[in-house]
C-alpha cells in the first residue's frame, strides 16, 4: 500500500532537525535542574521568588 505524502523530503529533514535540537536542549535543561536544582531554589528562596512558583 503506497501512501502518497504531500510534504516534501526537505521539510521533513528540517522538522527532525529542529525536534533533535529541542530535545537536546530540553535535556540539557533538565540535567542542569538535576545537578543544580536545590541552589536553584535555595538562591530564590533567598529573594522570596521561589514560593511564587
Same mark, same amino acid.
Given at each position: 500500500?503506497?501512501? @502518497? %505524502?504531500?510534504?516534501?523530503? %526537505?521539510? +521533513?529533514?528540517? +522538522?527532525a +532537525?529542529?525536534? /533533535?535540537? +529541542? /530535545?537536546?536542549? %530540553?535535556?540539557?535543561?533538565?540535567? %542542569?535542574?538535576?545537578?543544580?536544582?536545590? @541552589?536553584?531554589?535555595?538562591?530564590?528562596?533567598?529573594?522570596?521568588?521561589?514560593?511564587?512558583?
Amino acid at each position: 500500500m503506497k501512501i @502518497a %505524502s504531500h510534504i516534501p523530503a %526537505s521539510a +521533513l529533514a528540517k +522538522l527532525a +532537525l529542529g525536534l /533533535a535540537v +529541542l /530535545a537536546a536542549a %530540553s535535556g540539557i535543561a533538565f540535567a %542542569s535542574w538535576v545537578d543544580k536544582g536545590a @541552589a536553584i531554589f535555595m538562591a530564590m528562596a533567598e529573594t522570596g521568588l521561589a514560593w511564587c512558583f
